[in-house]
C-alpha cells in the first residue's frame, strides 16, 4: 500500500514538474481540501494571469456544486475565491469542478485536475456537562 501511494505520488510530482516545465497554466494551490471544519471560503490560485486584472466581466473558471449557496469572485488576475453565506455545517460535501473551456489570459489550455472537493466531516462534539 505505501509503495502504491509512493508511486502515485511521483507520478503526480513529475507531472506537474513537466506541466509547470512547458509553461501550462494548473492550479497551484486550492484550498480547502479533505475534511476541514468551519469552511467559510474556497480559494484557488493559478499559476498564470488567468483575467485582465480588474476585469470584473469575466466568467467564473469553476462550477461548484455545494448543499450551500455562495458567491463567486475574482481576487486578482491569478486568484479565484468563492465565498458561502455563512459558514457550513458538519456533513456537507462540496466539489469544484474546473469548467472545460478555462485558458489563460494568454489563451492556453489549463491543465491538471478537472475536479477538487472537501467535505466538513461528520457532527462534532461543542460542549459537554459537566465540563
Known amino acids: 500500500m505505501v509503495r502504491l ?39 484557488a490560485r493559478f499559476s498564470k494571469p488567468m483575467v485582465p486584472l480588474g476585469d470584473l466581466r469575466v466568467a467564473s473558471p469553476f462550477e461548484v456544486e455545494c448543499a450551500e449557496r455562495g458567491t463567486a469572485r475574482r481576487v486578482d488576475s491569478r486568484t479565484w475565491a468563492y465565498d458561502f453565506e455563512r459558514d457550513l455545517s458538519a456533513g456537507i460535501r462540496c466539489a469544484v469542478r474546473l469548467r472545460a473551456d478555462v485558458k489563460s489570459l494568454a489563451g492556453r489550455a489549463v491543465v491538471g485536475p478537472r475536479e477538487l472537493a472537501f467535505s ?12
Do not use: I, N
Request: no cysteine; glycine share 8%.
Open 5 to 43: 501511494v509512493a508511486a502515485a505520488l511521483a507520478v503526480v510530482v513529475t507531472w506537474l514538474a513537466a506541466a509547470a516545465a512547458a509553461g501550462q497554466p494548473q492550479v497551484v494551490q486550492f484550498t480547502p481540501l479533505g475534511t476541514v471544519k468551519k469552511v467559510r471560503q474556497v480559494t
Open 120 to 131: 466538513t466531516g461528520g457532527p462534532a462534539v461543542l460542549r459537554s456537562s459537566p465540563w
